[in-house]
Nanobody, 118 residues
Framework: QGQLVESGGGLVQPGGSLRLSCAAS????????MSWYRQAPGKERELVAG????????FYANSVKGRFTISRDDVKNTVYLQMNSLKPEDTAVYYC???????????WGQGTQVTVSS
């Protein structure tokens, strides 16, 4: 059974940085397209950053472009989200997702809380 486990969240001051990690197990990580979502209180879950395919092209939400960077390590079966210049509006629970199309199971992590506050 596949599993995703996020880590690296926490409390950070505005302007600070955090690096989130999402460790995968139980499925062939390199064949899945990985992405990061977030959900703030009272809001819908939104796509933050992701890969367009396993080849490595990336995309970002306009709200994080230039501040966040997604990367993956297929040896360590881990996807990362480097978050710089954090703002209070980045406060949310961050989730990673592994997707391989409709014929395969989509995996979600349990989420990690990021709070940006002074």
């Amino acid at each position: 059974q596949g599993q995703l486990v996020e880590s690296g969240g926490g409390l950070v001051q505005p302007g600070g940085s955090l690096r989130l990690s999402c460790a995968a197990s139980g499925f062939t990580f390199s064949t899945y397209v990985m992405s990061w979502y977030r959900q703030a209180p009272g809001k819908e879950r939104e796509l933050v950053a992701g890969f367009t395919s396993v080849l490595g092209n990336t995309f970002y939400a306009n709200s994080v472009k230039g501040r966040f960077t997604i990367s993956r390590d297929d040896v360590k079966n881990t996807v990362y989200l480097q978050m710089n210049s954090l703002k209070p509006e980045d406060t949310a629970v961050y989730y990673c997702k592994a997707d391989r199309g409709s014929r395969y199971i989509t995996y979600w992590g349990q989420g990690t809380q990021v709070t940006v506050s002074s």
